[in-house]
């Protein structure tokens, strides 16, 4: 266990040597992201060997494997290219400084040097710490504290005891499976009737939970990956519970510096891995739907995320923020902005505009809930076919479905808007679009369409192909003549008699109608057309047709 190979003197001492190298305030912005790396939980696989941790630090997607000289820190290296220390070998430090001391009086020694703290773990310092923990462990206990920043003790204590439980080395899956299974139960889900703050106490557990979970990342394919997908999106609606629970509770004016408090907290689970990103929207979505109600919180989130936003360097980067400023406009009723955030993005666009549509429409608000669904309509072309080719099923199937909800909402029937949208979708839309053509008896549009598509009259289900016949049997004699050309065109003898086969049919067709002069011109041409086919020609003289 790393706890017991780490030397309390040899921690100390590589402690004071980090504060002398890198003086705080002209280092500030290399520790503080140092610090929040090892907070946010970036920082796993920790080993120490020879006095030199070893380790991975995951950072803005990338995973990166620090190591620390304990006894020369000066000569830490870094895969991310530094020699010397980068932000990533000292949150590697600072997750093994935890196993001996709290990381938070280091930080805080490291800011104020002159401040007479001695930086060792010394036994009467940790019983106080310790003494502190089992506080801030029960959330009732602190109702009488007047400290507005519980929310930072708490997350302290889940850091505390989260460390407590992963000392060793666990693969992703395993590590995600324990927290869902051995750590998260711990905290005991309150009761309904449970004071406000027991449930909110809940919620942060959940939350750090959630953090932890969706900043390992997922492996690239296999059985582990499917399973730490799983972990993460089983655990989603216990997160959304939690804060449907706490939404119940009627909060006081002091709970409400507390929520205040907690915003700092729900932003973190944006810097998780991007493969778990519609998870980490949903818990996001729902606290500010639930909780974080007030308007001047929601006004303040929507221009810190567009500040993040323009910060970043990528658009993957990007989308976390984007989709928040989005979320977060359209919770303040600014659709126009919420819109034109995501609107380059087809993926995100797609499924949030549906999903504004859906709340407008709960929400019993018609005409909002149109004119997202309007919004989606305009850009149906457009983002149908900039999306990933085995996608696009997908796509045709959630604007169908938007569609019919729309119409449910609104109370209107326009089938011509339906088959607007069945003919923008082509050709993905098309088994759709045959359906709609067949269920509205159009059928000179339905043999256009099979026409289009190329269809052969083998590819056409019988039943289709009988209605059409009985309704007017001169719409389906264009698929005739389309399909006997290709089978000709295939040059080979089998292919030839099935083009014979369809002569024939042909033939009783045109007889059937009374129309036997065009029949007579038709083959007159056909045998013209194909004169240097001699199997064909062959096969048209057997069956008496020249
Ligand atoms: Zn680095």
Redesign the pocket.
């Known amino acids: 266990m790393l706890q017991t190979m780490l030397s309390q003197e040899v921690m100390t001492k590589a402690a004071q040597r980090l504060m002398k190298l890198l003086p705080y305030n002209k280092h500030s912005d290399v520790i503080k992201r140092a610090w929040q790396l090892y907070r946010t939980g970036h920082v796993y696989n920790v080993t120490v060997e020879d006095d030199i941790l070893k380790g991975k630090?995951t950072d803005r997607g990338h995973t990166?494997e620090?190591s620390f000289q304990l006894k020369q820190a000066a000569s830490s290296s870094?895969?991310?290219t530094?020699v010397g220390l980068?932000?990533?070998?000292i949150a590697l430090f600072l997750y093994a400084y935890n196993q001996i001391d709290v990381v938070g009086n280091f930080i805080r020694q490291w800011k104020e040097p002159n401040t007479k703290q001695k930086l060792t773990g010394s036994t009467e310092k940790q019983a106080v710490s310790e003494e502190k923990q089992k506080v801030t462990n029960t959330p009732s206990n602190i109702e009488h504290m007047t400290k507005t920043n519980i929310v930072d003790a708490w997350w302290q204590s889940f850091e505390e005891r989260y460390d407590r439980m992963f000392l060793y080395d666990l693969t992703e899956e395993e590590h995600m499976r324990k927290l869902v299974q051995s750590f998260f139960p711990t905290f005991e889900r309150p009761k309904s009737k449970a004071p406000f703050l027991d449930h909110f106490y809940y919620v942060h557990a959940a939350l750090f939970t959630f953090v932890k979970l969706v900043h390992i990342p997922q492996q690239e394919w296999g059985y582990s990956a499917i399973m730490q997908e799983r972990h993460v999106t089983q655990f989603v609606p216990k997160v959304q519970q939690a804060i449907k629970d706490l939404a119940k509770k009627t909060s006081t004016a002091m709970h409400e510096q507390l929520i205040y408090a907690s915003i700092p907290y729900v932003r973190n689970i944006l810097s998780g891995e991007l493969t778990y990103f519609r998870q980490i929207l949903d818990v996001y979505e729902t606290i500010w739907n639930d909780v974080l109600t007030d308007p001047t919180y929601r006004e303040e989130e929507c221009n810190w995320a567009i500040k993040q936003l323009n910060e970043k360097g990528s658009v993957e980067q990007q989308i976390p923020f984007i989709a928040a400023a989005s979320y977060v406009s359209f919770l303040l009723e600014n659709d126009q902005q919420a819109f034109e955030l995501i609107e380059p993005f087809p993926y995100l666009a797609t499924e949030q505009i549906v999903n504004f549509m859906h709340i407008s429409f709960a929400k019993k608000q018609i005409h909002r809930g149109a004119e997202w669904f309007y919004r989606l309509e305009k850009h149906i072309e457009s983002y149908l076919h900039s999306l990933r080719m085995n996608d696009r099923d997908w796509f045709v199937r959630t604007v169908l479905s938007a569609y019919r909800q729309y119409s449910i909402a609104t109370k209107s029937d326009e089938t011509e808007r339906y088959e607007q949208l069945l003919q923008k979708l082509l050709p993905y839309s098309f088994y759709m679009y045959i359906d709609y053509l067949f269920d509205e008896q159009k059928w000179k549009e339905l043999i256009e369409l099979y026409m289009l598509e190329k269809a052969t009259v083998d590819m056409i289900p019988t039943y289709h192909l009988k209605s059409v016949e009985q309704a007017d049997r001169s719409l389906v004699l264009p698929l005739y003549h389309q399909t006997i050309m290709y089978y000709i065109e295939q040059k080979n003898r089998s292919a030839y008699e099935q083009a014979i086969k369809h002569v024939r049919k042909l033939r009783a067709h045109y007889r059937a109608l009374k129309q036997m002069p065009r029949w007579e011109a038709y083959i007159t041409k056909l045998a013209e057309q194909t004169k240097r086919l001699r199997a064909f020609q062959d096969l048209l003289r057997k069956g008496k047709f020249i």
């Open positions: 630090v990166y620090p870094c895969s991310c530094t980068c932000p990533h070998n």
